[in-house]
């Protein structure tokens, strides 16, 4: 799974790619305020470009601008029908300094202020009003090994604009697949110097890299939608939500030989990063509603694998910590089933792609009632189920539970329940039949 350094980690775009790394940051993008502040429209071209002026005026020297993560992907896919959620740009810059820090802050909320409407008294609004109103996160770290730092501006729907400022980085990427950067520079300045408009003939030489290593074994990852890496152990806590973000949409693995031992450390980094239930809680949330916010039944899937990766592969807890993290998952897929029966319709999505045909027939949509108590069980233990070997392993119908006579309880198997049993009266369910939109 791992990759050598090579010299081939370098690749000039060709001119299709370059056509469609130009239209994306020609694209119109919107930055939603909060509250009673006004939307923002510009385009990534024009906010980089205007950013970078401004750091020159103020001796920030921009050693490069590059485009990197998901949307650098998408320019150098063959598919044409991939998406990307966020815009990521890096700057890198020199932030050995607080003062230099404090100038890159005030120039882009700075900048910001310049697209509101003219109708609003820009004088009344300072750098930390527009932080609030159009900040989604700022992360800043400064270690011996990294210095850097992210502002990321919000959209409704997902399409955040991260602005990351790089003087120095210790790993820039997680899997093969998002370790392109687009460099900016050549094509930034075609634009200063010429009006005339860009053909197969007459278009700037942009560079590509890729940090996993060589770039063509990057790019087949790409293509042929294979999960690799290398020093797994160095990836950071994030890494097991983007893994299991992969699988959901029919990633596999490159060596299925190593995927358990990779599962294994990201699953250890992920609680040593994230050590309560309530910071799990807010990550995990947080990284549905930015990868997930229109597509419940993805999110379903995606909750799905990362019980099972989180319940095979979990090493470093104690058993009640881990049964603590399984039931969060669990309860926050029963609250994706229940929006699910609450819409009374099936999702265009449940009806494409191979993984979620299989989805249909076992996911149970319930009508509930807004006081019912849900407990949840596991029907035995994860070493005797022989389905969760498989990567995509998400959730499968169990043969119907013994009723029991309880008060108002839902139960069964983990998720998808086989019975359920209201005060004074017992009531068996079958298997799981065709879908309805009623449940059953």
């Not at 249909?360 to 009508?367: A, G, R």
Request: with cysteine; hydrophobic share 35%.
């Amino acid at each position: 799974m791992a990759s050598k350094e090579s010299n081939d980690r370098f690749q000039v775009l060709s001119y299709a790619q370059v056509e469609r790394l130009d239209q994306m940051l020609r694209e119109p993008v919107h930055l939603h305020g909060k509250g009673n502040f006004p939307t923002l429209d510009l385009t990534l071209l024009d906010l980089v470009d205007t950013l970078r002026q401004k750091f020159a005026s103020e001796d920030i020297l921009v050693r490069h601008l590059r485009l990197n993560g998901g949307a650098a992907s998408y320019v150098l896919c063959s598919d044409e029908s991939k998406v990307y959620n966020d815009l990521d740009v890096i700057f890198n810059v020199d932030l050995s300094t607080e003062e230099n820090s404090q100038k890159v802050r005030e120039i882009v909320f700075g900048t910001l202020l310049e697209y509101l409407p003219a109708n609003v008294n820009k004088n009344r609004i300072g750098p930390g009003t527009m932080q609030e109103a159009y900040v989604e996160k700022m992360v800043r770290i400064c270690t011996a090994k990294d210095r850097w730092s992210l502002i990321s501006l919000s959209n409704n729907k997902g399409k955040n604009i991260e602005l990351k400022f790089v003087d120095k980085m210790r790993r820039q990427f997680e899997f093969s697949v998002d370790s392109f950067q687009i460099i900016l520079d050549s094509l930034l300045f075609f634009h200063k110097v010429t009006d005339i408009p860009m053909n197969e003939h007459f278009y700037p030489t942009v560079i590509g890299e890729s940090v996993f290593g060589d770039f063509l074994e990057a790019l087949h990852h790409l293509n042929n939608k294979l999960i690799a890496t290398r020093n797994p152990e160095e990836i950071r806590g994030g890494g097991l939500l983007k893994y299991c973000n992969l699988l959901v949409r029919d990633y596999s693995p490159a060596c299925g030989r190593e995927i358990k031992q990779l599962e294994k450390y990201m699953c250890s980094r992920f609680f040593i990063d994230f050590t309560e239930l309530p910071q799990q809680r807010q990550k995990l949330e947080s990284y549905l509603v930015s990868h997930f916010a229109s597509d419940e039944v993805a999110k379903y899937e995606y909750l799905m694998i990362l019980r099972r990766v989180v319940d095979s592969s979990t090493v470093c807890l104690m058993g009640h910590e881990r049964r603590q993290t399984l039931q969060l998952i669990s309860e926050l897929a029963q609250q994706v089933q229940r929006n699910l029966a609450f819409q009374r319709a099936i999702p265009h999505s449940v009806l494409t792609g191979p993984f979620r045909q299989n989805f249909v027939p076992y996911m149970q949509y319930i009508p509930v009632e807004y006081d019912a108590y849900y407990h949840f069980q596991q029907p035995y233990p994860a070493h005797q189920d022989p389905e969760r070997s498989s990567p995509n392993f998400y959730h499968h119908g169990l043969p119907p539970a013994a009723p029991v006579k309880a008060a108002r309880t839902f139960g069964g198997d983990s998720m998808g329940g086989r019975r359920i049993v209201r005060t004074g009266k017992t009531k068996s369910t079958p298997p799981p039949g065709p879908w309805s939109p009623t449940g059953w």
